[in-house]
Structure formats: structure tokens, C-alpha cells
């Protein structure tokens, strides 16, 4: 992944980050807080998943016993 990949990837993922925290703190199901916020459902559980997965990634343990 180039350097301009990596700073858009990241980006993408803070982007992410704060929409499912605010989706968490709303206290709205995922596909109703995606509907009102105007967000493809598909894309919120994409990168919830990437999310999940790069903790899993900075979590040595976490990666030894799925190994």
C-alpha cells in the first residue's frame, strides 16, 4: 500500500470509528441509525468489521490464541 493509500485508509477509518460510536451512543439499531443518518447499511458493517479486526491486530494475545 503506498503512502497516499495508507493516509486515505486511515482517514477512512476515524471517519468510521466516530459514526459507529455516535451509532452506539444513539441507542438506535445499526440499520435504523443508518437509515436516519442516510449511511448504506453495507458499508457501516464493512467497516465496523476492518475496525474490529485492526483491534484484533494491535492485541498480541488476542492474535496468539487465534492462531
Known amino acids: 500500500m503506498t503512502q497516499i493509500q495508507q493516509i486515505k ?3 477512512s477509518m476515524d471517519y468510521w470509528k466516530q459514526v459507529i460510536l455516535a451509532q ?4 438506535l439499531k445499526a440499520r435504523e441509525y443508518c437509515r436516519q443518518q442516510d449511511i448504506k ?6 467497516w465496523l468489521r476492518k ?3 485492526e483491534i484484533v491486530e494491535g492485541m498480541p494475545q488476542l492474535k496468539a490464541e487465534t492462531a
Do not use: D, T, V
Open 9 to 11: 485508509h486511515r482517514q
Open 51 to 53: 475496525i474490529r479486526e
Open 24 to 27: 452506539q451512543q444513539s441507542g
Open 41 to 46: 447499511y453495507n458499508a457501516f458493517y464493512y
